[in-house]
């Protein structure tokens, strides 16, 4: 983007000016007469500013998470018990613990299903 004074500014160029705005203390127009840009190039960066941080905090999105034992993480407290839903036709609870070689049985024996 080029500012008033015919030089362009890149993204951090610009975020570095609005900071300096906002840290400054003065109107908008005293601003950037004392910079030497624009006063309509200001409010452009300003609005892009805005516009981003509300981008930012719009809503929070949701990643899945697969944890395993070579991933460094360790669960502060297991749970007691373990539920494993399968439609409305099939619940199992398997407590903390188990044999995972057991459970990946019971599964596939509950469930009619051959290992492959």
């Known amino acids: 983007m080029i500012d008033g004074s015919g030089r362009r ?22 601003f950037a007469r004392r910079e030497g ?19 930012q905090g719009a809503a929070p999105r949701f990643v899945q998470a697969v944890l395993s034992p070579s991933s460094g993480v360790v669960a502060h407290k297991p749970p007691t018990v373990y539920r494993v839903r399968v439609g409305d036709a099939l619940c199992v609870e398997i407590p903390s613990g188990f044999d995972p070689g057991e459970a990946a049985t019971l599964l596939r024996a509950a469930m009619g299903v051959r290992a492959c």
Do not use: N
């Open 9 to 30: 500014r890149g993204a951090r160029g610009r975020a570095a000016m609005v900071r300096r705005y906002q840290r400054s203390g003065l109107r908008q127009a005293e």
């Open 37 to 55: 840009i624009g006063l309509s190039t200001l409010q452009g960066w300003l609005r892009e500013a805005r516009a981003a941080l509300q981008t």
